[in-house]
């Protein structure tokens, strides 16, 4: 069974501030996505890395796949309140199936 | 992007009735759907793989005969809860995959049974 650890579970913070979101594992994806999902919404696709080494950027987001395929992270600059939500991400190993982490609950005070 | 759509957003149902999702993927044709269950502030729980002609593949624990999916067509799976009892008071996401296995999720179902 595929598991893919992610960190932190919670993450409080103020405005303005920049953090991280960890996702590893110890087996090799082929891709993995980022998702973001607000209260009572369906998590929307923030981006999908597929190359080890991979750096991606969504405006204050940058998104990492590292070299071995086995871990990710995403960092925000400069967060905002409306960066506020349930983040997380999924390995695909190349069948339909996604492995999703437990999710990092951000929250972003004013 | 790929567009999800389910219905209905919320329903509130008594104990023993049956309910059912839909979900529909309005832009691309998904031959792969999946339905997830989660609970707050947890992440998403896959019940069941649904492929388009075929019969739904359940995660273990899932009751195939209490969550009762149907993919009759690549725009389209349902999902029933049937003889719905309190503890199947959830929130149901229903996902869609490209061909490129990235998945598109629908708004989500808010079920609650009294």
């Known amino acids: 069974t595929q598991l893919l650890e992610q960190s932190p579970q919670f993450l409080s913070i103020q405005e303005g501030e920049n953090l991280t979101v960890y996702c590893n594992s110890s087996?090799?994806?082929?891709?993995l996505q980022w998702y973001r999902q607000e209260p009572g919404e369906g998590p929307v696709l923030l981006v999908t890395v597929v190359t080890g080494g991979e750096v991606k950027k969504l405006k204050r987001l940058t998104f990492q796949f590292g070299d071995a395929r086995k871990d990710s992270s995403l960092h925000i600059t400069a967060a905002q309140p409306g960066d506020t939500g349930l983040y997380l991400c999924a390995g695909n190993s190349g069948y339909s199936t996604l492995t999703f982490g437990k999710g990092t609950m951000l929250l972003v005070s004013p | 992007g790929a567009v999800v759509s389910q219905h209905p957003s919320r329903v509130i149902c008594k104990s023993g009735t049956s309910v059912k999702i839909e979900c529909r993927s309005l832009?691309?044709?998904?031959?792969?759907m999946f339905w997830y269950r989660q609970f707050p502030k947890q992440s998403l729980m896959l019940m069941a793989t649904s492929n388009e002609g075929s019969k739904a593949t359940y995660e273990q624990g899932v009751e195939k005969d209490k969550f009762l999916i149907n993919h009759a067509s690549l725009t389209l799976s349902t999902l029933t809860v049937t003889s719905a009892h309190p503890e199947d008071s959830s929130f149901y996401i229903c996902?869609?995959?490209?061909?490129?296995?990235?998945?598109?999720f629908g708004p989500g179902t808010r079920l609650t049974v009294l």
């Open positions: 996902s869609a995959s490209t061909t490129n296995h990235e998945q598109f």
């Open positions: 832009d691309f044709q998904a031959t792969t």
């Open positions: 087996s090799v994806f082929s891709s």
